[in-house]
């Protein structure tokens, strides 16, 4: 099971409502993992407020440095410190070694634990592996703005459950053999070779994908096939849209998310102009039925 | 008139309530003028609620460089950029040529208006003029903090009010000399000598001082002498207070404001630990009665 909590749903210019952007991801596993995507000004004030511990976050995603996507990561960083955090901090982000690095030689900051920075590829149409925890993994491929960008995936490992049914029908029997063909795909019983498939069921592990800021891309349908849910870039409604080179709009999300097959399409990063937001609701839908428009505090769980 | 508005009234780990410390001062004269004091996170979104536009802010001033006084800065500098701001901003503090540079480097800003920083000294027991308008005066004096730091002083101009019985008792005629006498401190009228203050009424203009973060010191009474506010540190009761080399404690801070004489005092950079300030504010009161304990959002208006 995982829950997504939206800290800031709003886009570059805040309002009293929407913070910058940031979502946090919390895993519940074997073990408990809690991860950011994104952290913009008012992040930790958000997660006080969701009752997330930000003392648990271990790793944080960067999609781009354009401030209303980073600038929470200084008050944060320093407030772990005060806190004596001592554990690494991980920094995933295009740039992330040049631009960490100037986050934390700006002001005093006396730092009392190890900040590390991993820098994303953001240029192609590769999906890349940057991370992976015994039961998830992260990928990563570059976006469409006006400053190098990339969206996220979240993977929970696919997870194999043993029918004991098939096991009598073969006549095996339980033992270490089946840890073995777990996490091999195959295993011998008795000189017999065995198929993981023979034996087991599938569990699709959850698919998430964040993109950051982005025009509808080719890259985004690439990487969110299947998913079962895609937070995307919805800044405002098609009739609205400046054609920029920043954003998508809420049709253009809409349209990613059905060319990609997923399950449920959140739209994030709304422009301040909308105080209401079921005219944007109706356009998405209009594309792709399970659409949502995301709000501050806004909280989803998925379960396998 | 002016009025002070508490955009922030926390210490560096921020609470549900209670923000990173800023404070804006709105100076109704001939012009209105918005300038603010510390800019921690959360600063922009604060002045929303408050209703006060940050794009009429033209002078920031930052009073050291620890992420809970300036983190705002990144985001706040963003959205005036967004908003197409053209007009200079000036950004006063100790080490500020260095601390701004890096600010304005750090992520992808595209700035498009000029960002001045002005350094002040952080050193030494002198009270500097750094900054003047038609109507009022800026001073800082260095503060007893781990890093660089130093105190502010708003210090409005005196105004002198001629006064017609005065004028008639001493058969003076209005007229263009009036405007040199006010500006010079004597003119001649029909070859007579003439001072100020016999034909007018001094009114001291407004005093407000704010300390940042600081340990009680000499430097602070000296330039809140007779202030009509000091804004002072005061971030726990004398019996928690840790006794690091950061911070005042509530009688300290009291004491500071009875030797330097004040009309009223504030205290603010209240540590997260008190959810009610009700002791605090008790104790303050016992040394000296005029205190306040700060909240988020907390106005005070002060008239000459």
């Given at each position: 099971?995982?829950?997504i909590t939206f800290?800031?749903s709003?886009?570059?210019?805040?309002?009293?409502?929407?913070?910058?952007?940031?979502i946090?991801?919390?895993?519940?596993?074997?073990?408990?993992?809690?991860?950011?995507?994104?952290?913009?000004?008012?992040?930790?004030?958000?997660?006080?407020?969701?009752?997330?511990?930000?003392?648990?976050?271990?790793?944080?995603?960067?999609?781009?440095?354009?401030?209303?996507?980073?600038?929470?990561?200084?008050?944060?960083?320093?407030?772990?410190?005060?806190?004596?955090?001592?554990?690494?901090?991980?920094?995933?982000?295009?740039?992330?070694?040049?631009?960490?690095?100037?986050?934390?030689?700006?002001?005093?900051?006396?730092?009392?634990?190890?900040?590390?920075?991993?820098?994303?590829?953001?240029?192609?149409?590769?999906?890349?592996?940057?991370?992976?925890?015994?039961?998830?993994?992260?990928?990563?491929?570059?976006?469409?703005?006006?400053?190098?960008?990339?969206?996220?995936?979240?993977?929970?490992?696919?997870?194999?459950?043993?029918?004991?049914?098939?096991?009598?029908?073969?006549?095996?029997?339980?033992?270490?053999?089946?840890?073995?063909?777990?996490?091999?795909?195959?295993?011998?019983?008795?000189?017999?070779?065995?198929?993981?498939?023979?034996?087991?069921?599938?569990?699709?592990?959850?698919?998430v994908v964040y993109t950051?800021?982005?025009?509808?891309?080719?890259?985004?349908?690439?990487?969110s096939?299947?998913a079962d849910l895609l937070i995307h870039d919805g800044?405002?409604?098609?009739?609205?849209?400046?054609?920029?080179?920043?954003?998508?709009?809420v049709?253009?999300a809409a349209?990613?998310a059905?060319?990609?097959?997923v399950k449920q399409l959140i739209l994030t990063n709304i422009?301040?102009?909308?105080?209401?937001t079921?005219?944007m609701e109706?356009?998405s839908?209009?594309?792709f039925?399970n659409s949502k428009i995301a709000y501050?505090?806004m909280k989803v769980?998925l379960?396998?």
């Open positions: 099971m995982l829950e800290l800031g709003g886009s570059a210019i805040p309002s009293k409502t929407r913070n910058h952007p940031s946090a991801l919390e895993y519940y596993g074997e073990q408990k993992e809690t991860i950011l995507f994104d952290c913009g000004e008012g992040t930790q004030k958000r997660l006080m407020e969701a009752s997330i511990s930000f003392m648990k976050i271990d790793k944080i995603f960067i999609t781009h440095w354009h401030a209303d996507h980073f600038a929470g990561l200084i008050p944060l960083i320093q407030t772990m410190n005060l806190e004596k955090r001592r554990k690494d901090l991980k920094i995933f982000g295009p740039e992330a070694e040049r631009f960490v690095s100037d986050i934390i030689d700006l002001g005093y900051f006396g730092l009392r634990f190890p900040v590390e920075a991993i820098n994303v590829d953001f240029e192609g149409d590769i999906i890349k592996k940057i991370d992976a925890s015994e039961e998830f993994e992260i990928y990563s491929i570059p976006v469409l703005h006006t400053v190098p960008a990339v969206a996220f995936c979240f993977k929970e490992k696919d997870k194999w459950n043993i029918d004991k049914e098939k096991l009598k029908k073969l006549n095996l029997r339980g033992g270490r053999w089946l840890k073995k063909i777990k996490s091999l795909g195959e295993a011998e019983f008795k000189g017999k070779k065995i198929r993981l498939e023979q034996i087991a069921d599938k569990k699709s592990g959850l698919k950051g800021d982005t025009k509808p891309c080719e890259n985004v349908v690439k990487i096939k299947e800044t405002f409604l098609e009739s609205e849209d400046a054609k920029t080179k920043s954003h998508a709009n049709k253009e349209k990613v059905k060319d990609a097959n422009s301040r102009r909308y105080t209401s079921k005219e109706i356009e839908k209009k594309i039925p501050d505090l769980k379960k396998t």
